[in-house]
């Protein structure tokens, strides 16, 4: 069967709108003859192909994928997707999400794709990397594509700047998103909040606090530095009304000692404390009155 393969036609031959029976013994008999792995173009049916499980963009704009559909209808895919092979006539997508989905649209039969060889790592690396380099995905995708691929993936946040092209503390602070309120995430994931606002509300521990920020944010089209003091604000009264629980609960403590001590001792018995140091004052009304507390010391 492989003999029968022109390897001669050339570009023309993958390129071309409706693949012959030829190629179609190529895929079965000799699957090394489509450029699986290089830079070659082929011509894939539409309904050969299934969408990445592993695509780390989660939200698309309908206007502007019926406008790339519009276009494409006119034009053509100027860029091919890129696709691994899964079985005969079985394809799956590694890269060009909205290229597909737009096509499918405008109706195309067959679009052209790379076809390349990749397991399931390099399949959710492909499609970030893709993505990331195209800067079309918002911080929340980023954020959970990074925690997939150290997740699913077992790598360290060191390794996965490495692969993605950026240092720890970015993709630190990309995965630090993840631990906001879903009403903040939600934002950011619509472009009503910045990534620099994010990282200033993050800052702030208490989820009722960032959802607070949050809103005044949004409500006063607060900046970046406003929401930055006003972080710092709340962190501070944060601590202060720590700082008066702490006393709060020293004073409580004190006094319940100094009850303690007074039904042990039949007298007032006064303690005081700066919360590290202080003094216990056992007063008596006479040497008899010293004498029995003395006992009870056992003095």
Do not use: W
Request: include cysteine.
């Amino acid at each position: 069967m492989s003999k029968k393969v022109a390897l001669g036609r050339g570009l023309s031959a993958l390129l071309s709108d409706t693949p012959s029976e030829e190629k179609l013994e190529v895929e079965v008999a000799a699957p090394n003859a489509l450029s699986e792995g290089t830079s070659g173009i082929n011509e894939i049916p539409v309904a050969e192909i299934e969408t990445n499980p592993f695509q780390p963009r989660q939200y698309f704009d309908e206007e502007a994928l019926n406008e790339l559909a519009e276009s494409i209808k006119v034009h053509g895919i100027i860029q091919p997707i890129t696709v691994r092979r899964l079985a005969r006539h079985q394809y799956q997508l590694i890269s060009g999400e909205r290229r597909f989905q737009a096509s499918k649209r405008a109706g195309l039969q067959m679009i052209p794709a790379y076809v390349r060889t990749a397991d399931d790592q390099q399949m959710l690396e492909m499609a970030l990397i893709e993505n990331i380099q195209r800067e079309n995905l918002n911080p929340v995708e980023i954020a959970l594509s990074y925690q997939r691929l150290i997740s699913e993936c077992n790598l360290k946040q060191e390794e996965l700047g490495e692969r993605v092209g950026k240092n720890r503390s970015t993709v630190t602070n990309y995965l630090r998103l993840l631990k906001l309120p879903p009403d903040i995430q939600i934002a950011l994931r619509d472009n009503k909040l910045s990534m620099g606002h994010a990282r200033a509300i993050i800052n702030v521990e208490n989820p009722d606090s960032q959802l607070y920020i949050f809103k005044k944010t949004l409500q006063e089209d607060l900046s970046v530095r406003k929401v930055e003091e006003l972080a710092r604000d709340v962190m501070a009264g944060h601590k202060e009304s720590a700082k008066q629980k702490e006393t709060t609960a020293a004073s409580k403590e004190i006094t319940q000692l100094q009850g303690k001590l007074s039904s042990h001792f039949g007298t007032k018995v006064s303690v005081k404390s700066d919360g590290k140091k202080g003094d216990i004052r056992i007063p008596f009304l006479s040497i008899e009155d010293l004498n029995r507390i003395l006992e009870i010391l056992r003095l």
